[in-house]
């Protein structure tokens, strides 16, 4: 359910992105981009592939850290905090911000193991009942738990595909994170399993920020309340996602909305 504007006017930034420039190598993909990102609000990144989508996506927890080619300048907020500074440990900042990927990628470990691990390497249970609870708990979060509570054991790759993506949301939320970024988190999913992952991000809304980036412009409009758009690198336009499809400030993204570019 699209959720009136004025419900997301008093929503602070959670993520404040200033000046931001990515270059691989010599290709420079990010250019200059700035923007806020609210809390309690789903925001959606779109636009033609190549256009720095998920570049960006991966700026905001620094998974682009792992890619040696990658140089970025500008500054990322999170709470007020420069997660590029040197004190940060990009481990313990992927805990708070919390990454689902494209194609489902759980553990070779059971279901219960695959949402365990975050909180055990960062020892948030003291003993096996507060494990047990956070499991539980991250599965509910995730829609899953009716669905694996007697088979917690068995292994987590062995779960459907729309199931495994769940399990890969209950992982991502067991470390108790701010910001959930999901990059086309829905591309490998059916029609039923899209719309139980949709559901799902409506709810987790709530709690969380979420980012996901989507090559679908309807996924856009039923699952964010904010919308940007990107196109060679420039992030040309942010704003209501009700706005963004109707009424469109930029020539660039009409064209994109409309079907002309893309
Ligand atoms: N790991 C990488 N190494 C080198 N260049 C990369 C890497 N990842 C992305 N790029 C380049 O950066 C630019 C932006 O790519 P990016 O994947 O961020 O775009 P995108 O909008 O997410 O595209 P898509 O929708 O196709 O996933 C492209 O020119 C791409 O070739």
């Known amino acids: 359910m699209q959720t009136p504007v004025s419900d997301t006017t008093a929503l602070k930034p959670r993520i404040t992105a200033s000046g931001v420039q990515v270059y691989y190598d010599t290709n420079h993909a990010l250019k200059d981009v700035s923007v806020n990102i609210?809390?309690?609000?789903?925001?959606?990144?779109?636009?033609?592939?190549?256009?720095?989508?998920?570049?960006?996506?991966?700026?905001?927890?620094?998974?682009?850290?792992?890619?040696?080619?990658?140089?970025?300048?500008?500054?990322?907020?999170?709470?007020?905090q420069d997660i590029y500074d040197k004190r940060v440990d990009p481990v313990q900042l992927r805990a708070r911000i919390g990454m689902v990927f494209q194609k489902p990628n759980p553990f070779p470990k059971s279901i219960y193991d695959n949402v365990a691990y975050g909180p055990r390497i960062h020892g948030?249970?003291?003993?096996?009942?507060?494990?047990?609870?956070?499991?539980?708990?991250?599965?509910?979060?995730?829609?899953?738990?009716?669905?694996?509570?007697?088979?917690?054991?068995?292994?987590?790759?062995?779960?459907?595909?729309?199931?495994?993506?769940?399990?890969?949301?209950?992982?991502?939320?067991?470390?108790?994170?701010?910001?959930?970024?999901?990059?086309e988190p829905c591309s490998a999913l059916d029609p039923i399993a899209t719309a139980q992952v949709e559901a799902l991000i409506d709810e987790l809304r709530e709690q969380y920020s979420v980012v996901i980036v989507t090559h679908s412009m309807q996924q856009a409009a039923r699952v964010s309340q904010k919308t940007a758009f990107f196109h060679l690198g420039n992030l040309v336009e942010y704003g209501d996602t009700q706005q963004i499809f109707t009424n469109p400030q930029d020539p660039r993204t009409e064209s994109y909305i409309t079907g002309r570019i893309g």
Do not use: H, Y
């Open 38 to 80: 609210l809390d309690r609000t789903t925001t959606a990144f779109i636009g033609p592939s190549g256009c720095g989508k998920s570049t960006f996506l991966r700026c905001l927890n620094r998974m682009n850290d792992t890619v040696a080619s990658a140089r970025v300048e500008g500054k990322i907020l999170l709470d007020g």
């Open 124 to 183: 948030l249970a003291r003993n096996k009942a507060e494990l047990d609870e956070i499991v539980e708990t991250s599965l509910r979060r995730a829609a899953l738990w009716n669905e694996v509570k007697d088979r917690l054991s068995a292994p987590g790759t062995g779960l459907s595909g729309g199931q495994q993506q769940r399990l890969c949301i209950a992982r991502a939320v067991a470390t108790g994170p701010e910001v959930l970024l999901m990059d």
